[in-house]
C-alpha cells in the first residue's frame, strides 16, 4: 500500500515486466480495495500525462478533466467510472499480458471455482506455490505462450506477491479470486458475512436434513437465501452456481463449503 509523499514509480509506455506492473498497481490502488478510483484515479492520470507529455501537467485545467473523460471512455470498460486490474492492464501493456492470458483462461467465476476444484489438489482450501505453478503452466499453454521454468517460477513468485496478503505463501480462496474481474468476484459482494467454523457448523448441520455430510443445490439454495437476504434472487443464482462448480456431482461436502464462508474471514 502506498505511503503519503512516497515517488510514484515511473510510468513506462513500453511492454511492462510484471513485476513493475504490481509496483504501479500497489502504488495507485492506495487504499488495496481492487480499483483505482477517486483521487487515486486523478493521480494515476497526472503521472500517465507526464510520462506522455512531460512535466507540468495541471489537474485543476479543465484540459485536463477533459482528457481524464476520454481516457475513462477509452479504457473503463464497464463504465463504472473506476480503473481496475484487468483495465489498467490493457492501459499499461504487460510482459507476456499474463492477466489478460488468465481472463481468458478463467473469465467467469463459475469457471473460476471449477478450476480451484482442479487444482487445489491436496484439498486443503488453499493453493499452494506448486498447485499455482501448474495451473500457471496450464494456463500459459492454453494461451500458446512460451515459456521455460525460470519465467514459470517468476511468475508464480508475482502471482503470489500480488495476492498473498497474508503472506503465509500460499492463496486463500478470497486472495486468488482478486485475478478475477472485480464484477465476477462474487466473494468481494458477499465478504460482509463470513462465518466462524462454530456458526458453520450449526448452519451446515441445520441444512443438511438428511445428515448424509453433504448437501445438494436445493438445499444450498435454501442456505443463501435465508444467509444473503438483502441480495436478489438474480445475484443468489450466480453465487449458487458459482459455488456449485466445487462441488463433487452435485453433492456440496462440508470442506468445500467451508472455503467459502468461512477461510481467510481475516482478510
Same mark, same amino acid.
Given at each position: ?5 512516497? #515517488? ?26 481492487? =480499483? ?45 467510472? !473506476? ?6 492492464? #490493457? ?19 463459475? #469457471? ?36 521455460? &521454468?525460470?519465467?514459470?517460477?517468476? =511468475? ?26 472485480? #464484477? ?29 455430510? =453433504? +448437501? &445438494? ?10 444467509? =444473503? !437476504? ?5 445475484? +443468489? ?31
Amino acid at each position: 500500500m502506498a505511503t503519503q509523499g512516497q #515517488q510514484p514509480p515511473h510510468l513506462h509506455l513500453e511492454e511492462l515486466t510484471a513485476a513493475q506492473f504490481i509496483d504501479i498497481w500497489r502504488h495507485f490502488d492506495a487504499d488495496g480495495n481492487g =480499483y483505482i478510483e477517486g483521487k487515486e484515479l486523478e493521480n494515476f492520470f497526472k503521472e500517465l500525462e507526464s510520462a506522455r507529455r512531460g512535466p507540468g501537467v495541471d489537474p485543476s485545467n479543465a484540459a485536463f478533466k477533459e482528457q481524464l473523460k476520454e481516457f475513462m471512455a477509452n479504457f473503463d470498460k464497464n463504465a463504472d467510472g !473506476r480503473i481496475e486490474m484487468s483495465e489498467l492492464a #490493457q492501459i499499461l501493456p504487460t510482459e507476456e499480458n499474463f492477466l489478460l492470458c488468465f481472463r481468458e483462461f478463467v473469465g467467469s467465476s463459475t #469457471q473460476f471455482m471449477a478450476a480451484w476444484r482442479r487444482y487445489d489438489t491436496d484439498r486443503s482450501g488453499y493453493i499452494e506455490s506448486n498447485e499455482l505453478k501448474g495451473f500457471l503452466a496450464d494456463l500459459l499453454k492454453k494461451a500458446n505462450r512460451n515459456y521455460d &521454468d525460470k519465467k514459470l517460477k517468476e =511468475y508464480t513468485q508475482t502471482i503470489l506477491r500480488m495476492f498473498d496478503l497474508n503472506g503465509d505463501g500460499k492463496l486463500g480462496l478470497s486472495e486468488m479470486a482478486r485475478l478475477l474481474p472485480v #464484477q465476477e468476484n462474487f466473494l468481494l459482494k458477499f465478504q460482509g458475512i463470513r462465518l466462524t467454523v462454530k456458526e458453520f457448523d450449526s448452519l451446515f448441520t441445520f441444512y443438511d436434513k438428511d445428515g448424509n455430510g =453433504y +448437501i &445438494d443445490e436445493q438445499e444450498l439454495d435454501a442456505l443463501l437465501k435465508d444467509l =444473503y !437476504r438483502d441480495v436478489g434472487s438474480t445475484g +443468489i443464482g450466480g453465487y449458487k452456481k458459482s459455488i456449485m462448480a466445487l462441488s463433487d456431482g452435485g453433492k456440496l461436502y462440508r470442506a468445500e463449503l467451508e472455503i467459502v464462508l468461512c477461510r481467510d474471514s481475516e482478510l
